[in-house]
């Protein structure tokens, strides 16, 4: 029996990559694969580590920036109050600029002046500092979306928000986010099916193949500046019918 483990599973390890879970939208985390380096995602042929991977990739929906709205006044219920006094006046702003605002550990729900105060509030980088983490989504459009020029307009929206005593806000690097990416599983299990089939008809006609492991997690990782691969780590035996 001849038995083929594709290298979507050494993608997992080597780029952690996150579980889909039930969430309209979702940011896509893990590092970002160049698809032209030596990478999992190439052949041994072109100088890659294995197979190629088998998924899909698709253009984002989203470019996410993250935005840690802080405050480093010696008292907490103070830094508490001027963090989230600053938080209400990204909101208003982001309401002019056309930004939305979204808050979430990997699925993003639309942050209003109704519910910012239920955001946790965690510990900043330095002692006696707290703040609050949040997201500037922008959505992907036009046919050559940069994230240099998302992030120069994302820089320019910060400096333009009024800061309440010692409040002050850290931006992260902008990264993508997609809607419900499980639409996309009966893609990746097409392709998998399409590539199993021709391994199994390289061995002749009297071969078949099965495939496992196509019920396990949708993952997700940032592909390049604006493109999302999604995949499903999984297996398959050619073996005589």
């Known amino acids: 029996m001849k038995k083929l483990v594709l290298f979507a599973a050494a993608i997992a390890v080597a780029t952690p990559a996150l579980p889909l879970t039930a969430q309209d939208t979702v940011v896509v985390t893990g590092s970002r694969q160049d698809r032209s380096s030596l990478n999992a995602y190439l052949a041994p042929s072109r100088g890659g580590g ?3 991977a088998i998924g899909v990739t698709r253009r984002a929906d989203y470019f996410v920036t993250p935005l840690f ?3 480093d006044s010696r008292n907490i219920d103070e830094r508490k109050s001027e963090l989230f006094k600053m938080l209400g006046e990204t909101l208003k702003r982001a309401e002019v600029e056309g930004i939305d605002i979204v808050a979430g550990r990997y699925g993003l729900e639309p942050v ?3 519910n910012m105060l239920e955001l946790p509030v965690a510990g900043g980088n330095r002692p006696d500092t707290n703040r609050v983490k949040i997201y500037a989504r922008i959505p992907l459009r036009g046919d050559d979306p940069k994230v240099s020029k998302t992030a120069e307009r994302i820089k ?7 800061a309440t005593g010692r409040s002050f806000i850290d931006i992260g690097t902008t990264g993508l986010a997609i809607d419900d990416p499980e639409q996309y599983r009966k893609d990746v299990v097409a392709h998998i099916a399409k590539e199993a089939g021709a391994y ?3 061995f002749g006609n009297d071969y078949g193949v099965s495939i496992e492991g196509l019920h396990s997690d949708l993952y997700f990782q940032q592909s390049s500046e604006t493109e999302v691969f999604l995949y499903i780590v999984h297996s398959f035996d ?3 019918k």
Not at 156 to 161: N, P
Request: glycine residues 4%; hydrophobic residues 45%; charged residues 15%.
């Open 50 to 52: 294995g197979p190629s």
């Open 69 to 71: 709205v802080s405050s």
């Open 112 to 114: 209003t002046s109704a």
């Open 156 to 162: 320019e929206f910060v400096e333009a928000i009024p």
């Open 200 to 202: 199994a008809k390289l």
């Open 238 to 240: 050619i073996a005589p």
